[in-house]
């Protein structure tokens, strides 16, 4: 008995305290599936039928246009010298709020001396009399034509001028925000009643914008404003968004136009500040639909899928686009409610279809 106790407990414990280290050591180091170590570092991912389908039903879609603005200061009328003559007082300075009427400065314009009457040539005093008259000037003012604050003065006392110099401008002090377009958003606000908010950093909610509209850009200032239209090689390739236009600032097409928003007097504001613009497009109710990730295409015309009954493989329809909406697009030509057309266009990764709009 005493040599049990001695020898063979002992060895019994160290048995029992050998095999709870290896459980422990396994359980640190090489506990779950084997497989799952490779997976342990990848986010979770959301399965995509490739080939899932909805039906055309109907609905109601209320169509809206975000665009991306700067404030902008309205440009200001120049102020020309319609006579040549010399300066002889600057009556305002860069800054000064002017009236309409208001005199900006004072010139005097030589005249031409009046003809000498004829002298007889053998009469001495005649000869004397005859001294160079001194010259003749008109006194002129330059006033302001317009209200609005002085910018650019550019006019020194004894400065000469000629007819058509640009002496100033003269700033209405309002500013405005313009947002570019892409021609397809332009084309969309073709034969609208505009309707136009803008979120103004520092103001609650959005600001209503008084009598937007739509100008045209001056030929050198179309060529220099980028705006997001769709990539040509992108829609070759079957890329299905091109030819997104959620915002003006998403792409690198030309700007044909632009959006003006006058900004109302007392809002504070500067040039160059950021803001972003909604446009209401209207509604349409009872309407068909589908989903935005089930369209290729462009604003009015664009491109669904539906599954071949004799393949199985996606085919291409035409269909003319209407109103699009947060998550639905109207489809006014080309497709019946109730038929059955890919939820997704064909050729995008199943990680970039999850929430995303394709047209």
């Not at 008995?1 to 029992?16: C, G, K, L, Q, S």
């Not at 401008?169 to 332009?186: D, R």
């Not at 998550?327 to 995008?348: F, N, S």
Request: net charge negative; charged share 20%.
């Amino acid at each position: 008995m005493e040599a049990v106790r001695r020898y063979v407990f002992p060895i019994i414990w160290m048995v029992i305290i050998g095999l709870m280290a290896l459980a422990l050591v396994k359980i640190a180091f090489f506990s779950g599936d084997p497989t799952s170590s490779a997976e342990d570092g990848a986010a979770p991912q959301a399965a995509v039928d490739q080939y899932a389908t909805v039906p055309v039903s109907r609905g109601d879609i209320a169509s809206t246009l975000e665009l991306t603005a700067t404030v902008e200061a309205d440009e200001g009328t120049a102020l020309k010298a319609k006579d040549a003559g010399e300066i002889t007082e600057v009556s305002v300075s860069n800054g000064d709020r002017v009236e309409e009427g208001t005199t900006i400065l004072k010139l005097r314009v030589p005249q031409e001396a009046a003809a000498a009457p004829a002298v007889d040539p053998a009469d001495p005093n005649a000869a004397a009399s005859a001294a160079p008259a001194e010259p003749q000037y008109e006194h002129l003012t330059l006033k302001a034509t317009t209200a609005g604050v002085v910018r650019d003065l550019d006019a020194l006392k004894g400065q000469t001028l000629a007819i058509g110099d640009t002496v100033a401008t003269i700033s209405p002090g309002t500013y405005a925000i313009v947002a570019p377009l892409t021609p397809e958003q332009q084309l969309q606000l073709l034969d609208q009643d505009l309707h136009a908010s803008a979120v103004i950093p520092g103001t609650e909610g959005p600001v209503a914008c008084e009598a937007p509209k739509v100008e045209e850009n001056s030929p050198d200032a179309s060529g220099a404003s980028n705006t997001g239209a769709s990539d040509p090689a992108a829609a070759m390739e079957g890329d299905p968004m091109a030819g997104a236009d959620t915002s003006a600032a998403s792409g690198g097409a030309s700007s044909a136009a632009s959006l003006r928003c006058p900004v109302l007097a007392g809002t504070k504001i500067v040039p160059g500040l950021g803001v972003d613009v909604t446009v209401d497009l209207g509604t349409a109710t009872g309407v068909l639909t589908v989903p935005t990730t089930a369209v290729k295409g462009e604003a009015g015309a664009g491109t669904v899928y539906v599954l071949d009954d004799a393949t199985g493989e996606p085919t291409e329809i035409p269909v003319t686009l209407g109103k699009k909406g947060e998550d639905a697009v109207e489809i006014t030509g080309g497709l019946e409610e109730g038929q059955e057309v890919l939820q997704y266009v064909p050729g995008v990764d199943a990680e970039d279809q999850m929430g995303m709009e394709t047209w």
